[in-house]
């Protein structure tokens, strides 16, 4: 079966609170699987916003642990235990080293408000200390290290008809990015602020231009907005390292691979 890709931006903003930007997940919809990539505040209103619920998902892939990134883990868990529709089919939960353990940490907190049924849950740590790769029916998920937190990984798509989409997650400047991003036909990159006010840890938007360019993407989408960035020419200062196809994301942006 040849599996196209639908990508949805469900959050393009960062930990400040905003009426235009969620905190960051995008959707991935290949096949008959449904990919969550974070979920920061605000992801599961804007399921619904894009058609979609908690009960479509199949997968939720983490880039890291932060709160902008992992914020409604806890509701969507939680939510998933309501009588009238609660989840009969299995949600597979995949991220760095440690994944486990911010579970157990969450189920001290919570207790049993977000504990399953036996079966419905699935836990997959991939490697951070090198490149992974899991396979599925219509696609594979490829992971690698990036530099931002010990257990972040950036990810990349790959339906059966050969399409693929790239996520970032948050990082500085690595050359592991430009490896898992090279020849991707979508790569969502963060770009958190201008390029003159650069952070450790985070990109600026010619920076992501330059590891796009350098990985030959086919189309760059910049994302993970801080509000500095709604003061910037952001797609000019991308311009000086990247000519290729360029968006800037917004919340509900819908793309098609």
């Not at 339906?159 to 990082?171: A, L, P, Q, R």
Request: aromatic share 6%; proline share 5%.
């Amino acid at each position: 079966m040849n599996a196209n890709m639908t990508v949805t931006i469900l959050g393009s903003g960062t930990c400040v609170p905003s009426l235009d930007r969620s905190s960051c997940a995008v959707m991935v919809a290949v096949g008959g699987a449904t990919l969550l990539l974070d979920s920061g505040a605000g992801t599961m209103r804007r399921l619904l916003e894009a058609g979609k619920t908690i009960f479509d998902l199949s997968h939720i892939i983490y880039s890291h642990f932060h709160p902008d990134h992992t914020g409604e883990l806890v509701p969507i868990l939680f939510a998933t235990k309501y009588p009238d529709s609660r989840r009969r089919t299995p949600l597979s939960i995949c991220a760095g080293e440690g994944l486990v353990a911010f579970i157990n940490g969450l189920k001290s907190v919570y207790g049993r408000w977000i504990e399953l049924e036996p079966g419905v849950l699935d836990f997959i740590e991939v490697d951070v200390n090198g490149p992974d790769r899991l396979k599925f029916k219509d696609f594979t998920v490829n992971t690698i290290p990036v530099k931002h937190n010990p257990e972040s990984i950036a990810v990349r798509i790959t339906s059966t008809n050969g399409s693929s989409v790239v996520y970032s997650g948050d990082t500085d400047v690595c050359e592991s990015l430009v490896s898992i991003a090279r020849n991707a036909d979508l790569f969502i990159c963060e770009s958190a602020v201008p390029d003159d006010q650069k952070v450790d840890g985070h990109l600026t938007p010619s920076l992501a231009g330059d590891i796009a360019s350098r990985a030959g993407v086919g189309q760059l989408v910049l994302t993970h907005f801080y509000p500095e960035c709604e003061k910037a020419d952001i797609i000019q200062e991308c311009r000086k390292t990247f000519s290729g196809p360029l968006l800037l994301a917004h919340d509900l942006m819908k793309l098609e691979l």
